[in-house]
């Protein structure tokens, strides 16, 4: 897979993305991401990037012109079309589904909002995905942008050392993902419970079953209605 990152702080997704699973990643060939500084794109001496919004109000707007060359140098020196993702809080909710979609495409382009966005046209020129990581705003998409790209990655065949720990994810099956203990057998007075001494995996995998599915009533009871229609 590849993956192209438009933004105006790419020094913030670069620290991310050069630790841990998407380092490894990287250093396997799985997966190859390439940040882009939106300021590289402009045609001014003060690369503008931003300007004040038409028809008034607080804040500034990113510039189309900027953000239309770098998406179409990516798309004419890769020679791909890419799949392309505007992370936004008026986009559609991210999910656990949504990754493993993502994660079977060959090449994503993130484009970093900033301010109070960008501006309009490019999301219909460009057709732009949005997706929201939650109803709430932050300062900009670099945030957004990393929490998707490792939800992705994390899925792609090879990249974690473990591909059955994916497994026990929370959201895999639909539901919450159940407990996990490990040594000290006791601790503060709290034991491990048995069956996962048992040995016995049959066991071991209703115990997690049903734990999860506690859990998940619990704490997230809408899930089980959405588990409930995709199986009719």
Request: glycine share 6%; net charge positive; charged share 25%.
């Amino acid at each position: 897979m590849r993956i192209d990152v438009v933004t105006i702080f790419p020094e913030l997704i670069e620290n991310y993305t050069s630790a841990s699973i998407l380092k490894k990643a990287q250093e396997k060939n799985l997966v190859k991401i390439k940040v882009h500084n939106l300021r590289w794109f402009t045609l001014d001496r003060h690369q503008t990037v931003d300007d004040y919004p038409f028809g008034g109000g607080p804040g500034m707007v990113l510039k189309p012109e900027p953000i239309y060359r770098a998406v179409n140098f990516i798309k004419s020196y890769t020679r791909s079309v890419p799949r392309i993702i505007l992370p936004s809080p008026q986009g559609k909710i991210f999910h656990q589904k949504k990754a493993q979609e993502l994660a079977r495409e060959k090449h994503l382009l993130f484009i970093c909002g900033r301010y109070q966005g960008i501006d309009e046209r490019v999301l219909d020129l460009l057709q732009c995905e949005e997706i929201s990581i939650g109803d709430y705003v932050l300062s900009g998409g670099e945030l957004p942008t990393l929490v998707i790209i490792e939800a992705v990655v994390r899925l792609i065949p090879g990249v974690l050392g473990d591909s059955e720990s994916i497994e026990y994810d929370s959201f895999t099956e639909g539901l919450l993902g159940p407990p996990q203990f490990t040594r000290p057998r006791v601790f503060q007075n709290l034991s491990v419970p048995q069956v996962l001494l048992s040995g016995n995996h049959q066991l071991i995998a209703k115990w997690r079953y049903e734990k999860a599915l506690e859990k998940t009533k619990k704490v997230r009871p809408e899930l089980l209605n959405l588990v409930k229609k995709e199986k009719e």
